[in-house]
């Protein structure tokens, strides 16, 4: 690993730190224990708190502070006030925590962070419920940072249009897994608002916050959807080029399960006939040798190559959009996040 | 009917028709089309519109004023300025409807206001994001009144911590489902947090968002409480004495089915083995002599008298809590409406 890559990895460690020690202080287990357990138990399950990550440097940066000489929890603001940003840092990641509780029911997906998901750990009316008391919980936290009104406000909205996103970007998801024909472009739609949109709120809300300028907010956001857009094609072409041994599964699964990638709806607009690319229709049972042909045949194609500059081109313009900010340690290590996300190999 | 009761009923209607004729501006159906549908069908499948039509009638008793001659879209806040007081009224119905949404679904009940549930008119998971959309929106409505931002966020922390408590109350009816021994206390605290909550927010907020200080909020706040939990205890009331053709379904179901009330808890508290107070298993094959048993033996441990009195006793307190108004039609139909709760027979 690069020494710029340690690096990263270590602010994401050092702040996913605080955030975990915060959890049980904002969250903690209290009556209805069921209940509360229930809402609990996939944020403490771990994850790596890289939206809470982005929100706590952007902050950092914003006003020029070394984390280990500031409190969080009264965290300077640019016109001399002060505001809670790790209370902010923890509604982002309980939305995010909500919004996977919810699509394991409806993805049917029994496993989530090495652990049974939350309607099989518990069962349906609970999980449903424990996504529920989160979402509150998080409109709860965010309200309650101290920052001046008028930006509690504007931070606030901006959490629920984001919410209200996530859902139409889910609801564009199980719409699309039912039709053929659906474009490149209807698909990174469907991940700008499933997946990036919480990515653009966890860096626009603390600049919100604060009392930052317009200009500043929307560049911050735009960083986040650049790098939410990217890491979700990343996480597409992770599937076909990293061995099975590093990705933990078998590689070229999403092939078998014929999953729409920006990868292969881009193939198929080639006029790759994507159902016989591979014919195995069972993970365990498919080749190596399957799913080299079948990479082969979408590098061919310029499919691999296309959804490779498209997350590129968006780190690119993520990394630009950073320059809002003050040219510092905190600004450096954002650049290094939205790196980080198309570098990795798993 | 009463002419006090026709007015209340007329009060009703003529602000559910206001609330009917705004929810397609507030909630239009828009891409994706699928979701927007499913977020609208129950909204209009019909509904009373008790609690905007409580929210609506507070803020006219506040600021004085005839709602033929005022716009609830700019409506006139205490000191001078305007704030949207419709879209705080459809924020609460629409987080009444989240509510209803999630709730079928835990339940497994197929069938609200007549028409099939969310879940069984479309499917699991567009029933879950439904609901999620609304709570999302519900919150954008409120933060887009234009009220002064710190009686905003006042007013949208009101809403949050409701949210929260209905899902505490939604988590103990269901634990309290499974327990034999639930007190007539622990229902209380059960029915304020599942169903009082909404119509303390619906009557406090307007309080709030209008600049009304702390006294009148909280008595109003009060006031719904009140009436909320009068409102629930008269549900279970009218179970058991409304003849069925009145009530449009089995006199007693709650028996036959074993629903725990403020009644049979009561009983229990009496020492009256409930298990043996309606035997038939099914509400198809109960007579009505032996609802009558039921019920007498319920008259006779004061069960039924024990209940109407907590019912009558909440409005009274209900209504005293109005006295932080001023004294106006608007505060006539108010307490108009507590009487109606526990008067209506149906």
Redesign the interface.
């Known amino acids: 690993m690069s020494e710029r890559h340690q690096q990263v990895e270590d602010a994401i460690v050092a702040r996913r730190e605080r955030v975990n020690s915060a959890l049980p202080e904002d969250l903690p287990v209290k009556?209805?224990d069921?209940?509360y357990e229930a809402s609990r138990y996939l944020l403490d399950a771990g994850g790596k708190r890289l939206r809470p990550t982005v929100l706590l440097l952007v902050a950092e940066s914003l006003l020029d502070v070394d984390p280990s000489a500031t409190e969080y929890r009264a965290f300077p603001t640019l016109d001399g006030g002060e505001a809670d940003v790790l209370a902010a840092a923890i509604a982002i990641e309980v939305i995010q925590t909500f919004t996977l509780i919810?699509d394991d029911?409806?993805d049917d997906d029994p496993l989530r962070r090495g652990v049974p998901a939350v309607h099989e750990e518990y069962d349906?009316?609970?999980a449903?419920?424990a996504?529920?008391?989160l979402?509150?919980?998080a409109?709860?936290f965010l309200?309650?940072t101290g920052a001046?009104?008028?930006r509690?406000?504007d931070a606030?909205?901006r959490?629920?249009?984001t919410?209200?996103r996530i859902?139409?970007g889910?609801?564009?998801d199980?719409?699309f897994e039912q039709r053929e024909a659906v474009t490149p472009e209807e698909y990174l739609e469907m991940v700008e608002l499933k997946t990036a949109v919480l990515y653009g709120a966890a860096a626009a809300i603390p600049a919100t916050l604060l009392g930052a300028d317009d200009g500043t907010v929307d560049a911050l956001y735009n960083y986040g959807l650049d790098v939410g857009r990217a890491f979700q094609i990343q996480d597409d072409l992770l599937d076909l080029t990293t061995p099975s041994e590093k990705l933990g599964k078998q590689r070229g699964s999403d092939l078998v399960e014929n999953k729409q990638t920006l990868v292969t709806l881009h193939a198929r607009q080639q006029g790759v006939d994507l159902e016989s690319l591979v014919t195995t229709e069972s993970v365990d049972a498919v080749s190596e040798a399957e799913i080299d042909a079948a990479v082969d045949r979408l590098h061919e194609v310029g499919s691999i190559e296309y959804a490779r500059e498209t997350a590129h081109d968006l780190i690119a313009s993520g990394k630009e959009n950073l320059e809002v900010l003050p040219d510092n340690e905190a600004r450096f290590l954002l650049a290094g996040i939205a790196d980080y996300l198309v570098e990795r190999e798993y």
């Open positions: 009556r209805p069921h209940l919810h029911i409806m349906l009316s609970t449903i419920l996504g529920d008391t979402y509150s919980k409109f709860e309200l309650s001046a009104p008028e509690s406000v606030t909205r959490l629920a249009t919410c209200t859902c139409e889910q609801s564009l199980i719409e």
